[in-house]
Structure formats: structure tokens, C-alpha cells
């Protein structure tokens, strides 16, 4: 079985920053793309930010400039760094992982409130 854990979320100000980790565990041989999204309340669920095994990454048009995805191959974990937060950015994050042989797995997610 293969199990991400996300941590780092609560409560800041508009303009502050936080970092969400996510970290797999498990029987993992090689973990492929790793992923950010976020659902907000009545909102669908929304790519935030990817990244794969060799460090190329992708950024919805609302957080570039502002978050930045990066991973720790040897730990199975995958970073988000998030700068000059928005209201409008509160949301459950949630990640994701391919890992090999499982396929796709999520996280619990991890509740992000930006609000003053």
C-alpha cells in the first residue's frame, strides 16, 4: 500500500506565506508526476501546480509568480512553497503522486484559510 500525508496548511493573513508538504510512503519503487490541487467551498477541484521526476514543472495561470512546486526524490515528498497569499485562495490543497505499479494516489488533503 502506498499512503500520502499533507501538512503545513492553516490559517494566514493575506500577503503571508506558507509551505505544504506531502509525503508518500510505502512499498515505492519510482514515483512519476506529483501534483497540487485545490477545492474550494462550492468550487470543483483545481490543478494548482505539477511536477515530474526530472524537476519540469506547470502552474495554473492564477498562482506563477506566487507558488513554487519542488520535490524531494529521496524522501517521496513534494513541496509547495506559497507567497503573497489571496483570500481567494483559500481551499482544501490536496496532493497527488503516480507511483509506479499502484497508479495515482491523493492525500486527505489539508485546509489553507487566508483571511484577516
Known amino acids: 500500500q502506498v499512503q500520502l500525508v499533507e501538512s503545513g496548511g492553516g490559517l494566514v493573513q493575506p500577503g503571508g506565506s506558507l509551505r505544504l508538504s506531502c509525503a ?6 519510482s514515483i512519476l508526476t506529483m501534483g497540487w490541487y485545490r477545492q474550494a467551498p462550492g468550487k470543483q477541484r483545481e490543478l494548482v ?3 515530474t521526476s526530472g524537476g519540469s514543472t506547470n502552474y495554473a495561470d492564477s498562482v506563477k509568480g506566487r507558488f513554487t512546486i ?12 506559497m507567497n503573497s ?10 496532493c497527488n503522486a503516480y507511483v509506479t505499479f499502484y497508479g495515482l494516489k ?3 488533503g489539508t485546509q489553507v484559510t487566508v483571511s484577516s
Do not use: F, H, M
Request: charged share 20%; glycine share 6%; no cysteine.
Open 106 to 108: 491523493w492525500g486527505q
Open 70 to 81: 519542488s520535490r524531494d526524490n529521496a524522501k517521496n515528498t513534494v513541496y509547495l512553497q
Open 49 to 51: 501546480a505539477t511536477i
Open 24 to 29: 508518500a510512503s510505502g512499498s515505492i519503487s
Open 85 to 94: 497569499l489571496k483570500p481567494e485562495d483559500t481551499a482544501v490543497y490536496s
